[in-house]
Antibody
Framework: QVQLVESGGGVVQPGGSLRLSCAAS????????MHWVRQAPGKGLEWVAL????????YYTDSVKGRFTISRDNSKNTLYLQMNSLRDEDTAVYYC??????????WGQGTLVTVSS | QTVVTQEPPFSVSPGGTVTFTCGLS?????????PSWYQQTPGQAPRTLIY???TRSSGVPDRFSGSILGNKAALTITGVQAADESDYYC??????????FGGGTKLTVL
């Protein structure tokens, strides 16, 4: 059974940094690309970033380019999202999600990031 | 940047049929966008319903179906139940490693 568990959320001041983690189990982590998807309070889902199964390629939505870095450690079955220069508009629940072929098939429960002074 | 469009909120009676669509602000949706659909109730993580245009995810009842209708992807729910009251999101693969979600459609079951 696929399980994705996010952690690392919290309250951070504007301009600050935070690193999110997503612990994966129930599948061979190193065989799947992984996404981060976020959802601001009362808003819809927004795709944030993707990393290939081997970490060789990464992609970002325009609003986080240069500020966020997606990475993974396949030996630890863990996905990361390093978030720097955080802004109010980055406040959201952040979900990690598994990519299978060209679609998301599994989601974590999410971790809340609040950017506020 | 291309916008993925979904309808405003929908209302349907129990037992009815509803079809949501997922379009592009410029151009047509095709199977090469690998359209997929997700259901989300308040406070919960999304649940995958349909992927690769029309493949139901494991455990999803056959009341849910996906297709391409004209120039849009579509999600149809037949025999709507109270438990189907949720937000529904589509996502399209835009190429070059980029995915874009639609704004979602809220379904109310009256």
């Amino acid at each position: 059974q696929v399980q994705l568990v996010e952690s690392g959320g919290g309250v951070v001041q504007p301009g600050g940094s935070l690193r999110l983690s997503c612990a994966a189990s129930g599948f061979t982590f190193g065989r799947n690309g992984m996404h981060w998807v976020r959802q601001a309070p009362g808003k819809g889902l927004e795709w944030v970033a993707l990393i290939w199964f081997d970490g060789s390629k990464t992609y970002y939505t325009d609003s986080v380019k240069g500020r966020f870095t997606i990475s993974r450690d396949n030996s630890k079955n863990t996905l990361y999202l390093q978030m720097n220069s955080l802004r109010d508009e980055d406040t959201a629940v952040y979900y990690c999600a598994r990519l299978t072929d060209w679609w998301i098939d599994s989601w974590g429960q999410g971790t809340l990031v609040t950017v506020s002074s | 940047q291309t916008v993925v469009t979904q309808e405003p909120p929908f209302s349907v009676s129990p037992g009815g049929t509803v079809t949501f669509t997922c379009g592009l602000s410029s151009g047509s949706v095709s199977p090469s966008h690998y359209p997929s659909w997700y259901q989300q109730t308040p406070g919960q993580a999304p649940r995958t319903l349909i992927y690769n245009t029309n493949t139901r995810s494991s455990g999803v009842p056959d009341r849910f179906s996906g297709s391409i209708l004209g120039n849009k992807a579509a999600l149809t729910i037949t025999g709507v139940q109270a438990a189907d009251e949720s937000d529904y999101y589509c996502v399209l693969y835009m190429g070059s490693g980029i995915w874009v979600f639609g704004g979602g459609t809220k379904l109310t079951v009256l």
